[in-house]
């Protein structure tokens, strides 16, 4: 992301702590077991107003969203922060993460709550 943006890596992650701390992106932290192997360990992020990050791409209406190429991604992002803040508002830390491996199949979103893990994937 640094790269994209011509900063260097530690500037970008100064931001995007800065940006996490006022409640604008959320990290979604991977999947953690010891016996798992050639897993992705970097979390993923999501901003957490689908139409903040629509306006700075400068969709301007909900047609254009659902046919761009991003529209699952979008709907990705809706539906995790939906999930995150219905544990935030209930006053607990939400039990989500999520497992890729380098083979990039991936499971979006893990629920880990009461001993059983639920899981949501695209594919």
Known sequence: ????????????????KVLAAAGLVYFLEPFAHPNLKYAVKAPKLYFTDTGLAAYLLRWSSAATLEAGAMASNFFETWVVNEIYKSFINCGQIPPLSYFRDFNTKEVELLIETDGCCISFSNS
Do not use: D, N
């Open 1 to 16: 992301m640094a790269k994209e943006v011509e900063i260097t890596p530690p500037t970008a992650k100064q931001w995007l």
